[in-house]
């Protein structure tokens, strides 16, 4: 069974807009695993634009299921990760002037940094995600980085309107889901999924779990958290 982890980076989002106390990302959480989530993600940015370590902290003694924290390779983020122990870690790229996360890491040059950061999650029993693009070199570096799970950027997918495109990049997605499984890394998805695209990625059967927030956020605005992750629930479970 397929499982899905929510993103409630923009409930701190729009806490942070108004530097407010509310809406609070933990009671989101809380409300997203009532409705059938079993993961909730969160990325700690250098920059605090919405999660602040204290959300971290909460959300480690608080929430039922797993967290996912994604997460650059600073020296002070890593520090914040070793400290709270989270139960996945997912290196992503981040640059300062972006609206979301623009892509998966490159993996094309021997990183030391990535290397390093790795070999401190895993001494700490952290498991470590590599947020990559779908593409056999970007699974295999990773596997030799000694990631224990990589989620698949889908964020090219969800913006492709052209059917056979879209195909195309199914394919890659599903080759490198299926590459990863052989050398034994879990497999993750995310970014840019929503209701109505989700249901073909759904269809790769090697893909572990989703971690899926904008959309959720933008839905539950309207119906409440608890029903609008109830639906992706049951779109991943069809």
């Known amino acids: 069974m397929k499982k899905l982890s929510v993103n409630v980076d923009h409930i701190a989002s729009l806490r942070q807009a108004r530097k407010a106390r509310e809406p609070d990302p933990v009671a989101a959480a809380i409300l997203a ?3 059938g989530a079993e993961g909730i993600t969160v990325h700690l940015r250098k920059d605090r634009r919405h999660i602040q370590e204290r959300d971290l902290e909460i959300l480690k003694t608080t929430i039922k299921t797993n967290l996912n924290l994604e997460m650059g390779t600073s020296e002070e983020i890593v520090k914040v990760a070793l400290r709270i122990k989270p139960d996945l870690a997912t290196l992503v790229p981040e640059k300062e002037e972006e609206i979301t996360t623009e892509g998966g890491l490159d993996l094309s040059r021997n990183n030391l940094r990535l290397k390093e950061v790795i070999s401190l999650l895993r001494e700490r029993k952290i498991r470590v995600s590599l947020f990559i693009n779908p593409s056999s070199a970007s699974i295999k570096k990773a596997h030799k980085y000694g990631s224990d799970v990589v989620e698949i ?29 052989k050398l034994g890394l879990g497999v993750n ?20 779990e989703f971690s899926i927030g904008h959309s959720i956020i933008a839905r539950a605005c309207l119906v409440g958290m608890k029903e609008a992750v109830a639906e992706m629930v049951r ?3 069809a």
Do not use: P
């Open 189 to 208: 998805a995310g970014h840019g999924l929503n209701y109505q695209n989700v249901k073909n990625i759904c269809l790769i059967d090697e893909i572990d």
């Open 235 to 237: 779109l991943i479970g």
């Open 33 to 35: 695993e009532i409705g």
């Open 153 to 181: 950027h889908t964020g090219h997918y969800a913006e492709i309107e052209d059917r056979l495109e879209m195909a195309t990049e199914l394919e890659k997605i599903a080759g490198a889901a299926v590459l990863a499984k």
